[in-house]
Protein backbone atom coordinates (compact mmCIF):
# COMPACT_ATOMS: atom_id res chain seq x y z
CA UNK A 1 0.00 0.00 0.00
CA UNK A 2 2.45 2.31 -1.14
CA UNK A 3 0.19 5.59 -1.38
CA UNK A 4 0.06 5.72 2.41
CA UNK A 5 3.93 5.85 2.98
CA UNK A 6 4.46 8.80 4.79
CA UNK A 7 1.22 10.13 4.91
CA UNK A 8 0.32 12.03 8.14
CA UNK A 9 -3.14 11.10 9.26
CA UNK A 10 -5.10 12.05 12.32
CA UNK A 11 -7.07 8.90 13.80
CA UNK A 12 -10.28 9.69 15.90
CA UNK A 13 -11.26 6.53 17.95
CA UNK A 14 -8.24 5.31 18.23
CA UNK A 15 -7.73 3.98 21.69
CA UNK A 16 -10.15 0.58 21.20
CA UNK A 17 -11.99 -1.59 18.34
CA UNK A 18 -11.33 -0.61 14.93
CA UNK A 19 -9.60 2.36 15.64
CA UNK A 20 -7.09 0.61 17.40
CA UNK A 21 -6.63 -2.27 14.93
CA UNK A 22 -6.74 0.80 11.92
CA UNK A 23 -3.39 2.67 14.13
CA UNK A 24 -1.50 -0.89 13.31
CA UNK A 25 -1.91 -1.23 10.27
CA UNK A 26 -0.97 2.29 9.03
CA UNK A 27 1.78 2.26 11.52
CA UNK A 28 3.23 -1.01 9.26
CA UNK A 29 2.28 1.05 6.04
CA UNK A 30 4.66 3.77 6.99
CA UNK A 31 2.18 6.37 8.10
CA UNK A 32 2.89 9.19 10.61
CA UNK A 33 0.40 8.90 13.27
CA UNK A 34 -1.50 11.48 15.52
CA UNK A 35 -3.43 9.10 17.54
CA UNK A 36 -6.68 10.59 19.48
CA UNK A 37 -9.58 9.70 21.91
CA UNK A 38 -10.75 10.66 25.44
CA UNK A 39 -8.71 7.48 27.12
CA UNK A 40 -4.96 8.78 27.40
CA UNK A 41 -3.83 5.49 29.05
CA UNK A 42 -5.46 3.84 26.56
CA UNK A 43 -3.94 6.03 23.59
CA UNK A 44 -0.52 5.65 25.52
CA UNK A 45 -0.05 2.12 26.11
CA UNK A 46 -1.69 1.26 22.08
CA UNK A 47 1.82 3.87 21.22
CA UNK A 48 3.89 1.77 23.29
CA UNK A 49 2.87 -1.25 21.52
CA UNK A 50 3.37 0.44 18.19
CA UNK A 51 6.91 1.38 19.30
CA UNK A 52 7.35 -2.48 20.36
CA UNK A 53 6.37 -3.28 16.90
CA UNK A 54 7.87 -0.98 14.75
CA UNK A 55 10.79 0.40 16.37
CA UNK A 56 11.91 3.27 15.44
CA UNK A 57 9.82 3.57 12.58
CA UNK A 58 6.81 4.35 14.61
CA UNK A 59 6.18 7.96 14.61
CA UNK A 60 3.02 8.74 16.76
CA UNK A 61 1.59 11.19 18.67
CA UNK A 62 -0.71 10.76 21.46
CA UNK A 63 -3.18 13.59 22.01
CA UNK A 64 -6.07 12.99 24.28
CA UNK A 65 -9.34 14.67 23.32
CA UNK A 66 -13.13 14.64 23.88
CA UNK A 67 -14.47 15.55 20.52
CA UNK A 68 -17.77 17.16 21.81
CA UNK A 69 -15.93 19.97 23.08
CA UNK A 70 -14.92 22.06 19.82
CA UNK A 71 -11.73 23.75 21.90
CA UNK A 72 -10.28 19.93 21.75
CA UNK A 73 -10.68 19.68 18.34
CA UNK A 74 -9.25 22.85 17.23
CA UNK A 75 -6.32 21.67 19.96
CA UNK A 76 -5.86 18.64 18.02
CA UNK A 77 -5.24 20.00 14.38
CA UNK A 78 -3.15 22.50 15.99
CA UNK A 79 -1.15 19.87 17.80
CA UNK A 80 -0.92 17.74 14.48
CA UNK A 81 0.59 21.12 13.05
CA UNK A 82 2.79 21.97 15.12
CA UNK A 83 4.47 17.94 14.95
CA UNK A 84 4.26 17.28 11.70
CA UNK A 85 4.11 20.35 9.63
CA UNK A 86 0.97 19.52 7.58
CA UNK A 87 -1.95 16.89 7.57
CA UNK A 88 -2.87 14.37 4.64
CA UNK A 89 -5.80 12.34 5.92
CA UNK A 90 -8.50 13.03 8.70
CA UNK A 91 -10.33 9.77 9.61
CA UNK A 92 -13.14 10.64 11.76
CA UNK A 93 -13.98 6.50 13.41
CA UNK A 94 -14.96 7.79 16.97
CA UNK A 95 -18.34 6.66 17.91
CA UNK A 96 -20.89 5.65 20.23
CA UNK A 97 -24.22 3.66 19.80
CA UNK A 98 -27.63 2.54 21.29
CA UNK A 99 -29.54 -0.67 22.39
CA UNK A 100 -33.13 0.42 23.29
CA UNK A 101 -36.19 0.33 21.43
CA UNK A 102 -37.02 4.30 21.03
CA UNK A 103 -40.83 3.73 22.74
CA UNK A 104 -38.60 2.39 26.23
CA UNK A 105 -35.84 5.63 25.91
CA UNK A 106 -36.27 7.31 29.24
CA UNK A 107 -34.21 10.36 28.48
CA UNK A 108 -34.08 11.40 24.68
CA UNK A 109 -30.84 13.07 25.79
CA UNK A 110 -29.13 10.13 24.38
CA UNK A 111 -30.31 11.04 20.90
CA UNK A 112 -28.15 14.47 21.76
CA UNK A 113 -25.30 12.34 22.49
CA UNK A 114 -25.27 9.97 20.11
CA UNK A 115 -25.54 12.88 17.17
CA UNK A 116 -22.76 14.79 19.13
CA UNK A 117 -20.29 12.23 18.99
CA UNK A 118 -21.01 10.41 15.50
CA UNK A 119 -22.07 13.69 13.35
CA UNK A 120 -21.23 16.67 14.88
CA UNK A 121 -18.29 15.78 15.93
CA UNK A 122 -16.93 14.57 12.84
CA UNK A 123 -18.50 17.80 10.84
CA UNK A 124 -16.52 20.20 13.20
CA UNK A 125 -13.28 17.92 13.08
CA UNK A 126 -13.39 18.13 8.99
CA UNK A 127 -14.19 22.20 8.72
CA UNK A 128 -10.93 22.77 11.28
CA UNK A 129 -8.89 20.70 8.94
CA UNK A 130 -10.02 21.77 5.91
CA UNK A 131 -7.12 24.41 5.12
CA UNK A 132 -5.03 21.98 5.42
CA UNK A 133 -6.61 19.35 3.41
CA UNK A 134 -6.70 21.46 0.78
CA UNK A 135 -3.17 22.52 1.14
CA UNK A 136 -1.76 18.93 0.81
CA UNK A 137 -5.07 17.50 -1.73
CA UNK A 138 -5.52 14.96 0.83
CA UNK A 139 -8.36 12.89 2.05
CA UNK A 140 -11.14 12.62 4.66
CA UNK A 141 -12.04 9.21 5.89
CA UNK A 142 -15.85 8.74 7.72
CA UNK A 143 -16.30 5.14 9.20
CA UNK A 144 -20.10 5.19 8.83
CA UNK A 145 -21.82 1.66 9.23
CA UNK A 146 -24.25 -0.08 7.34
CA UNK A 147 -26.88 1.82 10.04
CA UNK A 148 -26.05 4.30 7.90
CA UNK A 149 -28.21 2.62 4.81
CA UNK A 150 -30.76 1.36 6.34
CA UNK A 151 -33.24 1.28 9.30
CA UNK A 152 -32.21 -0.98 12.62
CA UNK A 153 -33.94 -1.55 15.47
CA UNK A 154 -33.34 -0.70 18.83
CA UNK A 155 -30.58 1.85 17.62
CA UNK A 156 -32.74 4.44 15.59
CA UNK A 157 -30.57 7.10 17.30
CA UNK A 158 -27.65 5.20 15.80
CA UNK A 159 -28.55 4.57 12.13
CA UNK A 160 -30.22 8.50 12.25
CA UNK A 161 -26.50 9.55 13.01
CA UNK A 162 -24.97 7.49 10.45
CA UNK A 163 -27.34 8.49 8.27
CA UNK A 164 -26.62 11.79 8.81
CA UNK A 165 -22.76 11.27 8.08
CA UNK A 166 -23.43 9.73 4.94
CA UNK A 167 -25.19 12.69 4.00
CA UNK A 168 -22.98 15.23 5.11
CA UNK A 169 -19.77 13.58 3.80
CA UNK A 170 -21.61 12.61 0.41
CA UNK A 171 -22.07 16.11 0.19
CA UNK A 172 -18.97 17.45 1.16
CA UNK A 173 -17.20 15.02 -1.42
CA UNK A 174 -18.76 16.72 -4.46
CA UNK A 175 -18.15 20.91 -2.77
CA UNK A 176 -14.11 19.45 -2.27
CA UNK A 177 -14.08 17.88 -6.16
CA UNK A 178 -12.37 20.73 -7.44
CA UNK A 179 -9.44 21.05 -4.39
CA UNK A 180 -8.75 17.15 -4.99
CA UNK A 181 -9.73 16.20 -1.45
CA UNK A 182 -11.27 12.91 -1.85
CA UNK A 183 -14.08 11.49 0.52
CA UNK A 184 -14.05 7.98 1.65
CA UNK A 185 -16.96 6.84 3.34
CA UNK A 186 -16.72 3.33 4.74
CA UNK A 187 -19.52 1.22 5.92
CA UNK A 188 -18.47 -1.51 8.72
CA UNK A 189 -21.49 -4.41 9.12
CA UNK A 190 -21.07 -6.09 13.27
CA UNK A 191 -17.46 -5.94 14.22
CA UNK A 192 -15.90 -7.08 17.48
CA UNK A 193 -15.03 -4.06 19.80
CA UNK A 194 -15.72 -2.54 22.97
CA UNK A 195 -19.21 -0.24 21.14
CA UNK A 196 -21.73 -3.11 21.82
CA UNK A 197 -21.15 -3.06 25.93
CA UNK A 198 -20.74 0.49 25.90
CA UNK A 199 -23.70 1.27 24.05
CA UNK A 200 -26.42 2.65 26.14
CA UNK A 201 -29.42 1.61 27.36
CA UNK A 202 -32.66 2.87 27.32
CA UNK A 203 -32.09 4.83 30.66
CA UNK A 204 -28.70 6.01 29.70
CA UNK A 205 -26.45 3.80 30.60
CA UNK A 206 -23.65 1.44 29.13
CA UNK A 207 -24.89 -2.34 28.65
CA UNK A 208 -22.05 -3.77 30.41
CA UNK A 209 -21.90 -6.90 28.32
CA UNK A 210 -22.45 -7.70 24.83
CA UNK A 211 -25.22 -8.53 23.55
CA UNK A 212 -23.23 -9.61 19.92
CA UNK A 213 -22.63 -13.53 18.95
CA UNK A 214 -18.71 -11.80 18.57
CA UNK A 215 -17.60 -15.59 17.28
CA UNK A 216 -19.86 -14.96 14.53
CA UNK A 217 -19.13 -10.90 13.46
CA UNK A 218 -16.03 -9.53 11.91
CA UNK A 219 -12.80 -9.30 13.91
CA UNK A 220 -11.67 -5.18 14.11
CA UNK A 221 -8.13 -6.78 13.33
CA UNK A 222 -10.28 -7.81 9.34
CA UNK A 223 -12.20 -5.02 9.13
CA UNK A 224 -9.10 -2.95 9.98
CA UNK A 225 -7.09 -4.69 7.04
CA UNK A 226 -10.40 -4.84 5.06
CA UNK A 227 -10.43 -0.80 5.04
CA UNK A 228 -6.74 0.08 4.10
CA UNK A 229 -7.09 -0.71 0.12
CA UNK A 230 -10.29 1.70 0.22
CA UNK A 231 -8.61 4.46 1.99
CA UNK A 232 -4.84 4.06 -0.05
CA UNK A 233 -7.16 4.37 -3.36
CA UNK A 234 -9.29 7.04 -2.51
CA UNK A 235 -12.12 5.42 -3.05
CA UNK A 236 -15.70 7.09 -2.24
CA UNK A 237 -17.46 3.87 -0.95
CA UNK A 238 -16.71 1.02 0.67
CA UNK A 239 -19.13 -1.42 2.02
CA UNK A 240 -17.66 -4.13 4.30
CA UNK A 241 -20.37 -7.00 3.69
CA UNK A 242 -22.07 -8.93 1.25
CA UNK A 243 -25.61 -8.31 2.99
CA UNK A 244 -24.83 -4.53 3.10
CA UNK A 245 -23.43 -4.57 -0.62
CA UNK A 246 -27.02 -6.79 -1.54
CA UNK A 247 -29.06 -5.05 0.52
CA UNK A 248 -28.60 -1.60 -0.59
CA UNK A 249 -30.41 -2.94 -4.30
CA UNK A 250 -32.87 -5.51 -2.95
CA UNK A 251 -34.11 -2.39 -0.71
CA UNK A 252 -35.26 -0.54 -3.71
CA UNK A 253 -37.34 -3.63 -5.16
CA UNK A 254 -38.45 -5.37 -1.51
CA UNK A 255 -37.69 -2.89 1.56
CA UNK A 256 -39.92 -4.45 3.77
CA UNK A 257 -37.19 -8.00 3.25
CA UNK A 258 -34.78 -5.52 4.52
CA UNK A 259 -36.12 -4.55 7.52
CA UNK A 260 -37.22 -8.06 8.07
CA UNK A 261 -33.32 -8.75 8.05
CA UNK A 262 -32.70 -6.14 9.83
CA UNK A 263 -34.52 -7.31 12.53
CA UNK A 264 -33.54 -10.55 12.28
CA UNK A 265 -29.89 -9.34 12.22
CA UNK A 266 -30.63 -7.32 16.11
CA UNK A 267 -32.41 -10.36 17.40
CA UNK A 268 -29.63 -13.05 16.72
CA UNK A 269 -26.67 -10.96 17.51
CA UNK A 270 -24.88 -10.77 14.14
N1 LIG B 1 -18.21 -2.31 15.95
C1 LIG B 1 -19.19 -2.32 15.09
O1 LIG B 1 -19.99 -3.28 15.04
C2 LIG B 1 -19.35 -1.18 14.12
C3 LIG B 1 -20.15 -1.38 12.99
C4 LIG B 1 -20.32 -0.34 12.09
C5 LIG B 1 -19.68 0.87 12.32
N2 LIG B 1 -18.91 1.04 13.42
C6 LIG B 1 -18.29 2.35 13.62
O2 LIG B 1 -16.89 2.20 13.74
C7 LIG B 1 -16.38 3.27 14.52
C8 LIG B 1 -15.45 2.70 15.59
O3 LIG B 1 -16.24 1.96 16.50
P1 LIG B 1 -15.73 0.70 17.35
O4 LIG B 1 -16.66 -0.39 17.06
O5 LIG B 1 -14.28 0.50 17.19
O6 LIG B 1 -16.07 1.24 18.83
P2 LIG B 1 -15.27 1.28 20.19
O7 LIG B 1 -14.45 0.06 20.37
O8 LIG B 1 -16.29 1.60 21.24
O9 LIG B 1 -14.33 2.53 19.97
C9 LIG B 1 -14.88 3.82 19.88
C10 LIG B 1 -13.77 4.85 19.96
O10 LIG B 1 -14.35 6.16 19.94
C11 LIG B 1 -13.78 6.93 21.00
N3 LIG B 1 -14.73 7.94 21.46
C12 LIG B 1 -16.00 7.74 21.87
N4 LIG B 1 -16.55 8.90 22.27
C13 LIG B 1 -15.61 9.86 22.09
C14 LIG B 1 -15.57 11.26 22.31
N5 LIG B 1 -16.60 11.94 22.84
N6 LIG B 1 -14.43 11.94 22.00
C15 LIG B 1 -13.36 11.29 21.48
N7 LIG B 1 -13.34 9.96 21.26
C16 LIG B 1 -14.44 9.26 21.57
C17 LIG B 1 -13.45 5.88 22.07
O11 LIG B 1 -12.41 6.28 22.92
P3 LIG B 1 -12.55 6.90 24.40
O12 LIG B 1 -13.65 6.19 25.09
O13 LIG B 1 -11.19 6.70 24.98
O14 LIG B 1 -12.85 8.34 24.15
C18 LIG B 1 -12.96 4.72 21.22
O15 LIG B 1 -11.60 4.89 20.91
C19 LIG B 1 -17.59 4.01 15.10
O16 LIG B 1 -17.83 5.17 14.34
C20 LIG B 1 -18.72 3.03 14.90
O17 LIG B 1 -19.98 3.64 14.79
C21 LIG B 1 -18.72 0.04 14.33
Redesign the pocket.
Known amino acids: MDGLMDKVVIL??????????LARELARLGCHLVL????ET??QSLALELAQEQGAQADVLVH?????HPH?CRELIDACIARFGRLDILI??????MWSRFDELEDLAILEQIM???YL?PARLTHMALPHLKHSQGQVVA?????GLTGVPTRSG?AA??HAMMGFFDSLRIELADDKVAVTVI????????????ALDGKGNPLGTTP?KEDK??S?EA?AVAMVPAIACRERLLI?SRRGRLGRWVRLLWPSLIDKLAKKAIAGGH
Open positions: TGASEGIGRATARSRLSADLTENNAGMTAVNAIASVAYSKCPDFVVSQIHKRMIMACM
